[in-house]
C-alpha cells in the first residue's frame, strides 16, 4: 500500500519514519509538513539515533493538503493536534483511509480508539462508519494512556477494575520536538501536562469499554491521574494503584501479565512484539532506560507487582516507549491489523 504521513518531520513523524523504512506491507511515498515544506527530508535535523533512512532522503516535504494526497491509499497523522482537528474530519469526509496519533478525533463515538492487543474488537466501529460513507478512520490513545492500559487489560479481564489512582513521569520526548526549554527541564520535575490528565481519565475508559449494539459503552471504573514531566529523553513510567471488586494475588497478576497475547501475536503481525508485556521482579525495575526498547519498543514492561492497602488492592509500575508504543509504532500496528482484518 502507498502510504503518506502528516507531520512527518517532528519527534513522533520520525519514528514512523524509522519504522516505516524497510516495511513489507507499506510503502512510505508522501510525507507532510508545515515549516518545511519544499525541503528534502534528508537535510532536515534528524532526532533519532543512526541517519535518516536511505530511501527517504530525496523526499521533498510537500504541503498537508488533499491534493499531496493524491493516488495515497492509507494516510498515517502525526498532526499536532489543533492541526488535525479540521484536516483529518476532512479525510474522513472525503473516505481517505485514516490511522492517527493526534487526540482530535479518539473520543468520537463513530471512530474507534485502539491499542490493537486491547480492543481489537472496537474495529467493528468502522462498520458504521461505511455505512454513513465516511472514512475508514481509526485512531491510537495518548501514550501515557497507551503504556498503562496495555497491562490493566489482562487485569480487568480475569478481575473487575473498580478504582485506579496512576502518577505518570513522562519523557521530554512526549512534548515533541523541541520542546520542553532545557532551562525548565534539566535539574527538574514539572507537576503539570497540559490535558494529559483528562487524556488518561477518558481514553482508558473508552478503550476498556465494551461494544454494544454498534456502540461504545465506556467502562465505568473511576480513573484519577497526576501527570509530571522528568527528565527523561524517552519512555514514560506510571505508578498505578489499581482496586478491584474482588480479591487479587500478586502472583497471579504476574502471571496473567506474561502470559498475555492477544490478536497481533495469533496474527503475526510484521510489528507484533512476541509478548506485549514483559514483568521483572527485581525491586527496582522497570527503569525507562534499561526497559523502554523492550521488543524495539513495543512492549512494556512491568515491576514492583504487590498488594496495597488491602486484599483487593494492587500496586505496579510500568514503562513504555512513548513515540514507539505510545504512538508510531503502535499506529503502524494498528494499520497492519486493519489491513489483516481488511478493513482498509
Ligand atoms: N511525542 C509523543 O510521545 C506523542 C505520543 C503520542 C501522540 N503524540 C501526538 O502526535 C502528534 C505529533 O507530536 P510530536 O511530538 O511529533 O510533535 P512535534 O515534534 O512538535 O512535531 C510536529 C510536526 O507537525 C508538523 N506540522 C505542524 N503543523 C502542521 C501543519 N499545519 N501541516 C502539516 N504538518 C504540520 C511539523 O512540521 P514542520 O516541521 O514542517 O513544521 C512537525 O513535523 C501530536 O498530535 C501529539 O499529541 C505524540
Known amino acids: ?33 508545515k515549516t518545511s515544506v519544499g525541503r528534502r527530508y534528508g537535510d532536515l535535523k534528524w532526532i533519532l539515533e543512526g541517519e535518516v533512512p536511505e530511501e527517504f532522503r530525496d523526499l521533498v516535504i510537500a504541503e498537508n493538503s488533499i491534493e499531496s494526497l493524491r493516488g495515497v491509499d492509507l494516510v498515517f497523522s502525526a498532526l499536532p493536534s489543533r ?61 501515557t494512556t497507551t503504556v498503562m492500559t496495555l497491562p490493566l487489560k489482562p487485569l480487568h479481564e480475569a478481575y473487575t477494575l473498580k ?21 525548565d527541564a534539566i535539574d527538574n520535575v514539572i507537576p503539570f501536562i497540559p490535558g494529559e490528565e483528562e487524556k488518561v481519565q477518558n481514553e482508558s475508559r473508552k478503550i476498556l469499554g465494551a461494544i454494544e449494539r454498534g456502540e461504545i459503552r465506556m467502562a465505568d471504573f473511576e480513573v484519577q491521574a497526576t501527570c509530571v514531566r522528568v527528565p527523561v529523553l524517552d519512555g514514560h513510567t506510571v505508578a498505578i494503584h489499581a482496586e478491584f471488586e474482588e480479591e487479587v494475588d500478586p502472583e497471579e497478576a504476574a502471571n496473567l501479565l506474561e502470559g498475555f497475547r492477544s490478536e497481533p501475536q495469533e496474527l503475526e503481525l510484521p510489528t507484533a512484539p512476541e509478548q506485549p508485556i514483559h514483568v521483572r521482579t527485581e525491586p527496582d525495575r522497570p527503569q525507562p532506560r534499561y526497559d523502554r526498547n523492550e521488543e524495539g519498543g513495543m512492549s512494556v514492561v512491568v515491576g514492583r507487582i504487590r498488594r496495597g492497602s488491602n486484599r483487593r488492592s494492587l500496586l505496579l509500575t510500568v514503562v513504555g516507549h512513548n513515540t514507539i508504543r505510545g504512538a508510531a509504532g503502535q499506529a503502524i500496528l494498528l494499520a497492519e491489523l486493519m489491513r489483516a482484518k481488511k478493513l482498509i
Open 163 to 183: 478504582r485506579l489512582n496512576v502518577a505518570s513521569y513522562q519523557a521530554l520526548s512526549g512534548a515533541g520536538y523541541p520542546g520542553v526549554p532545557s532551562y
Open 1 to 33: 500500500m502507498k502510504v503518506a504521513l502528516l507531520g512527518g518531520t517532528g519527534a513522533v513523524g520520525q519514528r514512523f519514519v524509522s519504522m516505516l523504512s524497510g516495511h513489507p506491507w507499506f510503502d512510505l511515498t508522501v510525507i507532510t509538513g
Open 83 to 143: 492541526e488535525a482537528r479540521e484536516f483529518e474530519r476532512e479525510l474522513m469526509k472525503r473516505g481517505i483511509p485514516l490511522v492517527s496519533n493526534a487526540s482530535a478525533l479518539r473520543m468520537d463515538p463513530l471512530v474507534p480508539l485502539v491499542i490493537p492487543e486491547v480492543n481489537p474488537d472496537h474495529l467493528s466501529l468502522i462498520e458504521r462508519q461505511v455505512e454513513l460513507g465516511i472514512g475508514p478512520a481509526a485512531t491510537d490513545p495518548n501514550c
